[in-house]
Protein backbone atom coordinates (compact mmCIF):
# COMPACT_ATOMS: atom_id res chain seq x y z
CA UNK A 1 0.00 0.00 0.00
CA UNK A 2 1.71 3.31 -0.51
CA UNK A 3 1.77 5.44 2.13
CA UNK A 4 -0.18 9.11 1.42
CA UNK A 5 1.59 12.23 0.87
CA UNK A 6 1.86 15.21 3.27
CA UNK A 7 3.27 17.62 1.32
CA UNK A 8 4.22 20.91 3.03
CA UNK A 9 5.84 22.55 0.29
CA UNK A 10 4.98 23.55 -3.39
CA UNK A 11 7.47 21.91 -5.94
CA UNK A 12 9.92 24.65 -7.27
CA UNK A 13 8.67 27.83 -8.04
CA UNK A 14 9.42 28.30 -11.89
CA UNK A 15 7.00 29.55 -14.67
CA UNK A 16 8.38 30.32 -18.40
CA UNK A 17 6.27 33.23 -20.47
CA UNK A 18 7.21 33.65 -24.12
CA UNK A 19 7.20 37.52 -25.15
CA UNK A 20 8.18 37.45 -28.78
CA UNK A 21 11.89 35.55 -29.48
CA UNK A 22 12.44 35.57 -25.53
CA UNK A 23 11.49 33.87 -22.65
CA UNK A 24 10.64 35.42 -19.14
CA UNK A 25 11.12 32.97 -16.42
CA UNK A 26 9.68 33.92 -13.05
CA UNK A 27 11.44 32.88 -10.13
CA UNK A 28 9.73 32.22 -7.20
CA UNK A 29 12.17 33.88 -4.10
CA UNK A 30 9.64 33.20 -1.02
CA UNK A 31 6.76 34.55 0.81
CA UNK A 32 6.68 36.43 3.91
CA UNK A 33 4.07 37.43 6.37
CA UNK A 34 2.94 40.87 6.33
CA UNK A 35 0.70 43.42 8.47
CA UNK A 36 -2.31 45.59 6.97
CA UNK A 37 -0.78 48.24 9.24
CA UNK A 38 2.14 48.30 6.11
CA UNK A 39 -0.16 50.11 4.36
CA UNK A 40 -0.86 54.14 4.38
CA UNK A 41 -4.25 55.60 3.50
CA UNK A 42 -6.62 53.11 4.23
CA UNK A 43 -7.77 51.70 7.88
CA UNK A 44 -6.49 48.00 8.99
CA UNK A 45 -9.95 46.84 9.13
CA UNK A 46 -10.90 48.19 5.34
CA UNK A 47 -7.98 46.44 4.27
CA UNK A 48 -8.70 43.64 5.40
CA UNK A 49 -12.16 43.22 4.49
CA UNK A 50 -10.96 44.03 0.64
CA UNK A 51 -8.10 41.41 1.69
CA UNK A 52 -10.93 38.73 2.96
CA UNK A 53 -13.15 39.42 0.16
CA UNK A 54 -10.55 38.05 -2.39
CA UNK A 55 -10.48 34.71 -0.55
CA UNK A 56 -6.93 35.05 0.59
CA UNK A 57 -4.93 34.27 3.55
CA UNK A 58 -5.12 36.38 6.87
CA UNK A 59 -2.60 37.39 8.00
CA UNK A 60 -1.77 38.35 4.72
CA UNK A 61 1.57 37.06 2.73
CA UNK A 62 3.29 39.24 0.13
CA UNK A 63 5.24 36.97 -2.64
CA UNK A 64 8.58 37.89 -3.91
CA UNK A 65 10.14 36.82 -7.24
CA UNK A 66 12.30 38.03 -9.79
CA UNK A 67 12.63 37.30 -13.60
CA UNK A 68 15.31 35.36 -15.39
CA UNK A 69 15.48 37.19 -19.25
CA UNK A 70 16.41 34.64 -21.66
CA UNK A 71 17.59 35.73 -25.10
CA UNK A 72 19.21 34.42 -28.04
CA UNK A 73 22.61 36.38 -26.85
CA UNK A 74 22.30 37.10 -22.93
CA UNK A 75 21.07 35.75 -19.48
CA UNK A 76 19.66 38.71 -17.89
CA UNK A 77 18.30 38.81 -14.25
CA UNK A 78 15.81 41.22 -13.14
CA UNK A 79 16.17 41.92 -9.69
CA UNK A 80 17.69 39.08 -6.94
CA UNK A 81 15.30 38.52 -4.17
CA UNK A 82 16.03 38.41 -0.60
CA UNK A 83 19.15 36.11 -0.64
CA UNK A 84 19.95 35.86 3.65
CA UNK A 85 18.83 39.58 4.06
CA UNK A 86 14.85 38.52 5.46
CA UNK A 87 15.37 35.69 7.36
CA UNK A 88 14.18 31.99 7.12
CA UNK A 89 11.88 31.18 4.28
CA UNK A 90 12.91 33.54 1.42
CA UNK A 91 15.79 33.43 -1.04
CA UNK A 92 15.27 30.57 -2.96
CA UNK A 93 16.15 32.27 -6.18
CA UNK A 94 19.78 30.06 -6.30
CA UNK A 95 18.04 27.18 -5.99
CA UNK A 96 15.33 27.97 -8.55
CA UNK A 97 18.11 29.37 -10.89
CA UNK A 98 20.60 26.20 -10.31
CA UNK A 99 16.97 23.90 -11.09
CA UNK A 100 17.35 25.13 -14.70
CA UNK A 101 20.71 24.68 -14.98
CA UNK A 102 22.11 28.65 -14.16
CA UNK A 103 24.81 29.01 -12.71
CA UNK A 104 25.44 32.31 -11.14
CA UNK A 105 28.52 33.08 -13.33
CA UNK A 106 26.03 32.37 -16.64
CA UNK A 107 24.25 35.90 -15.55
CA UNK A 108 25.36 38.61 -18.04
CA UNK A 109 23.27 41.40 -16.36
CA UNK A 110 21.22 42.17 -13.53
CA UNK A 111 18.60 45.11 -14.05
CA UNK A 112 17.60 46.28 -10.33
CA UNK A 113 13.96 47.78 -10.44
CA UNK A 114 15.70 49.56 -6.87
CA UNK A 115 17.83 48.75 -4.12
CA UNK A 116 15.12 47.59 -1.35
CA UNK A 117 16.58 44.42 0.25
CA UNK A 118 13.52 41.79 -1.08
CA UNK A 119 15.36 43.02 -4.68
CA UNK A 120 19.00 43.19 -4.08
CA UNK A 121 19.66 40.94 -0.92
CA UNK A 122 20.50 37.84 -3.64
CA UNK A 123 23.51 40.03 -4.97
CA UNK A 124 25.73 39.75 -2.23
CA UNK A 125 26.58 37.47 0.36
CA UNK A 126 27.03 38.30 4.36
CA UNK A 127 30.62 39.62 3.46
CA UNK A 128 29.31 41.80 0.87
CA UNK A 129 30.92 39.75 -2.00
CA UNK A 130 29.28 39.90 -5.30
CA UNK A 131 27.48 36.32 -6.07
CA UNK A 132 27.22 37.23 -9.95
CA UNK A 133 30.86 37.57 -10.85
CA UNK A 134 30.48 38.39 -14.47
CA UNK A 135 27.52 41.22 -14.48
CA UNK A 136 26.63 44.60 -15.08
CA UNK A 137 24.53 45.78 -12.76
CA UNK A 138 21.87 48.54 -14.18
CA UNK A 139 19.73 50.66 -11.90
CA UNK A 140 17.84 54.08 -12.27
CA UNK A 141 20.58 56.76 -11.18
CA UNK A 142 18.57 58.23 -9.24
CA UNK A 143 18.18 55.32 -6.92
CA UNK A 144 22.06 54.95 -6.99
CA UNK A 145 22.27 58.63 -5.85
CA UNK A 146 19.69 58.45 -2.83
CA UNK A 147 21.44 55.17 -1.55
CA UNK A 148 25.07 56.35 -1.51
CA UNK A 149 24.18 59.71 0.17
CA UNK A 150 25.34 60.27 3.42
CA UNK A 151 22.10 62.24 4.39
CA UNK A 152 19.60 58.62 3.95
CA UNK A 153 22.14 56.82 6.28
CA UNK A 154 21.94 59.75 8.53
CA UNK A 155 18.03 59.83 8.28
CA UNK A 156 18.54 56.12 8.81
CA UNK A 157 16.85 55.88 12.36
CA UNK A 158 15.77 52.69 13.04
CA UNK A 159 17.31 49.33 13.24
CA UNK A 160 15.39 48.00 9.64
CA UNK A 161 16.12 51.26 7.71
CA UNK A 162 19.52 51.39 8.67
CA UNK A 163 19.74 47.73 7.35
CA UNK A 164 17.98 48.87 4.09
CA UNK A 165 20.42 51.32 3.32
CA UNK A 166 23.61 49.78 4.47
CA UNK A 167 22.59 46.13 2.22
CA UNK A 168 21.59 48.73 -0.23
CA UNK A 169 25.42 50.24 -0.26
CA UNK A 170 27.29 47.17 0.36
CA UNK A 171 25.20 46.00 -3.03
CA UNK A 172 27.10 49.37 -4.85
CA UNK A 173 30.29 48.80 -3.67
CA UNK A 174 30.19 45.19 -4.53
CA UNK A 175 29.21 46.17 -8.16
CA UNK A 176 30.73 49.35 -8.19
CA UNK A 177 33.52 48.19 -11.52
CA UNK A 178 30.57 47.00 -14.13
CA UNK A 179 27.30 49.26 -12.41
CA UNK A 180 25.43 51.56 -15.32
CA UNK A 181 22.99 53.88 -14.60
CA UNK A 182 19.89 55.33 -16.51
CA UNK A 183 17.20 57.61 -16.47
CA UNK A 184 15.15 56.45 -18.70
CA UNK A 185 15.37 54.74 -22.35
CA UNK A 186 17.09 51.13 -23.73
CA UNK A 187 19.44 49.61 -21.66
CA UNK A 188 19.55 46.16 -23.77
CA UNK A 189 17.87 45.82 -27.50
CA UNK A 190 14.16 45.41 -26.59
CA UNK A 191 14.55 46.32 -22.71
CA UNK A 192 14.00 49.81 -21.84
CA UNK A 193 13.50 50.95 -18.23
CA UNK A 194 10.65 53.31 -17.28
CA UNK A 195 10.69 55.60 -14.06
CA UNK A 196 7.99 54.58 -11.74
CA UNK A 197 9.40 56.91 -9.10
CA UNK A 198 8.29 57.31 -5.68
CA UNK A 199 8.36 54.26 -3.83
CA UNK A 200 11.89 54.70 -3.83
CA UNK A 201 13.46 58.11 -5.80
CA UNK A 202 14.98 55.89 -8.93
CA UNK A 203 11.76 52.73 -8.43
CA UNK A 204 11.61 51.39 -11.88
CA UNK A 205 10.10 49.30 -14.88
CA UNK A 206 11.71 47.70 -17.47
CA UNK A 207 9.69 47.34 -20.55
CA UNK A 208 10.47 43.84 -22.77
CA UNK A 209 9.54 44.09 -26.49
CA UNK A 210 10.27 41.55 -28.98
CA UNK A 211 9.07 39.86 -31.89
CA UNK A 212 5.55 42.03 -31.71
CA UNK A 213 4.93 41.56 -27.90
CA UNK A 214 5.51 43.18 -25.32
CA UNK A 215 5.70 42.99 -21.44
CA UNK A 216 5.87 45.76 -18.43
CA UNK A 217 8.21 44.09 -15.13
CA UNK A 218 6.94 46.73 -13.10
CA UNK A 219 8.69 46.45 -9.92
CA UNK A 220 6.19 47.41 -6.67
CA UNK A 221 3.39 49.26 -8.03
CA UNK A 222 1.96 46.95 -6.12
CA UNK A 223 2.88 44.92 -2.72
CA UNK A 224 -0.98 43.47 -1.46
CA UNK A 225 -2.99 42.49 -4.86
CA UNK A 226 -6.47 42.09 -2.84
CA UNK A 227 -5.96 45.67 -2.28
CA UNK A 228 -4.49 47.73 -3.95
CA UNK A 229 -5.74 47.15 -7.36
CA UNK A 230 -9.54 48.19 -5.63
CA UNK A 231 -7.65 51.17 -4.03
CA UNK A 232 -4.33 52.28 -6.28
CA UNK A 233 -4.68 55.37 -3.77
CA UNK A 234 -3.38 52.87 -0.81
CA UNK A 235 0.18 53.19 -0.59
CA UNK A 236 3.46 51.46 1.91
CA UNK A 237 4.90 52.59 5.21
CA UNK A 238 8.00 52.06 3.33
CA UNK A 239 7.65 54.48 0.42
CA UNK A 240 10.11 57.09 0.25
CA UNK A 241 7.57 59.67 -1.41
CA UNK A 242 4.29 58.44 -0.75
CA UNK A 243 2.25 60.95 -2.64
CA UNK A 244 4.48 59.85 -5.85
CA UNK A 245 4.52 56.35 -5.64
CA UNK A 246 0.86 56.49 -5.42
CA UNK A 247 0.91 58.88 -8.48
CA UNK A 248 3.31 56.16 -10.36
CA UNK A 249 1.06 53.66 -9.40
CA UNK A 250 -2.28 55.38 -10.64
CA UNK A 251 -0.66 56.41 -13.77
CA UNK A 252 0.90 53.11 -14.50
CA UNK A 253 -2.02 51.23 -14.24
CA UNK A 254 -4.14 53.43 -16.40
CA UNK A 255 -1.54 53.04 -19.59
CA UNK A 256 -1.19 49.08 -19.32
CA UNK A 257 -5.24 49.15 -19.00
CA UNK A 258 -5.70 51.32 -21.64
CA UNK A 259 -2.74 49.80 -24.17
CA UNK A 260 -3.86 46.46 -22.56
CA UNK A 261 0.14 45.63 -22.26
CA UNK A 262 0.94 42.59 -20.13
CA UNK A 263 2.87 43.11 -17.06
CA UNK A 264 4.61 41.50 -14.22
CA UNK A 265 5.36 42.06 -10.83
CA UNK A 266 7.37 41.16 -7.93
CA UNK A 267 4.72 40.99 -5.67
CA UNK A 268 1.70 39.69 -7.60
CA UNK A 269 0.58 36.42 -7.13
CA UNK A 270 3.08 33.62 -8.08
CA UNK A 271 3.61 33.19 -11.25
CA UNK A 272 2.79 37.26 -11.48
CA UNK A 273 2.10 37.39 -15.41
CA UNK A 274 -1.31 38.95 -16.56
CA UNK A 275 -2.85 42.18 -17.13
CA UNK A 276 -4.76 45.15 -15.73
CA UNK A 277 -8.58 46.05 -16.63
CA UNK A 278 -10.44 48.93 -15.39
CA UNK A 279 -13.49 48.19 -13.33
CA UNK A 280 -16.05 49.63 -11.37
CA UNK A 281 -13.85 50.73 -8.48
CA UNK A 282 -10.77 50.88 -9.29
CA UNK A 283 -8.68 48.43 -11.70
CA UNK A 284 -8.69 44.68 -11.27
CA UNK A 285 -6.16 41.96 -12.57
CA UNK A 286 -6.67 39.28 -14.50
CA UNK A 287 -3.51 36.68 -14.43
CA UNK A 288 -2.84 34.54 -17.26
CA UNK A 289 -4.14 30.91 -17.69
CA UNK A 290 -1.97 28.87 -17.35
CA UNK A 291 -0.08 27.04 -19.99
CA UNK A 292 1.70 23.49 -20.65
CA UNK A 293 3.78 24.82 -23.20
CA UNK A 294 4.83 28.07 -24.30
Partial sequence: MVKPLRPTHQPSGVYHHKVGDMTVTAL???????????????????????????????????????????????????DSGCGTAMGPGLGALDANLRALGVQPGDIDTVLATHLHPDHIGGLVDSE????????????????????????????????????????????????????????????????SLVPEPGHTPGHSGWLIASGGDSLLIWGDI??????QFARPGVGLGVDVDG????ASRRRIFDMVATDRLAVAGM??????????????EGYAFIPNVWTATL
Avoid at 53 to 67: D, L, M, N
Avoid at 222 to 227: S, T, Y
Fill in 28 to 78: NDGMFEAAFAYLTHIPSDEAEALHRASFRAIPPWIVISCFLLQTNERLILV
Fill in 128 to 191: GTALFPNAELIVHEADLRFWGDDSTLAGATSEQDRGFVMLARATIAAYRDRTRTLTGGEALPGI
Fill in 222 to 227: VHMPGV
Fill in 243 to 246: DLAI
Fill in 267 to 280: HLDFPCFGHVAKAA
